[in-house]
């Protein structure tokens, strides 16, 4: 059976949202579709677009499949490109959405 977008979606449980003391934006931890994830999101975009996953207010966001092994990695920059397409996917849901769930207007 093929995990949907929505089922993704829906699975999404975000644990903890930690606002940063000494800048904007907060950390946040979660999980999507059996995967962990932890992010540093922003309620602007970054200055310079190339420090965020593009269109996303993320400028650190790591990602682990159900093993535990690191799937995605962003810090300002791509360490680990998302390595499966499910990881792509999610790592697409979040870019999209996260920083309004955590920044509502």
């Known amino acids: 059976m093929e995990i949907t977008n929505d089922d993704l979606l829906d699975s999404l449980k975000i ?4 606002p940063r003391t000494s800048a904007p934006g907060s ?3 979660g999980t999507i579709g059996g995967h962990t994830f932890q992010a ?3 309620p602007k975009p970054a200055a310079d677009p190339a420090f965020e996953i593009p269109g996303s207010n ?4 790591w990602l682990a499949d159900p093993a535990g092994n690191v799937v ?3 810090d300002r920059g791509w360490d680990t490109e ?10 697409d849901l979040l870019a999209a959405g996260l920083a309004e769930t ?4």
């Open 40 to 42: 540093l999101v922003f």
């Open 82 to 91: 998302p390595a499966t397409e499910l990881a792509r996917r999610i790592t």
């Open 102 to 105: 955590v920044f509502p207007d």
């Open 58 to 61: 993320i400028s650190k966001f």
């Open 72 to 74: 995605a990695g962003f």
């Open 27 to 29: 950390w946040v931890d």
């Open 15 to 18: 644990k903890r949202v930690t």
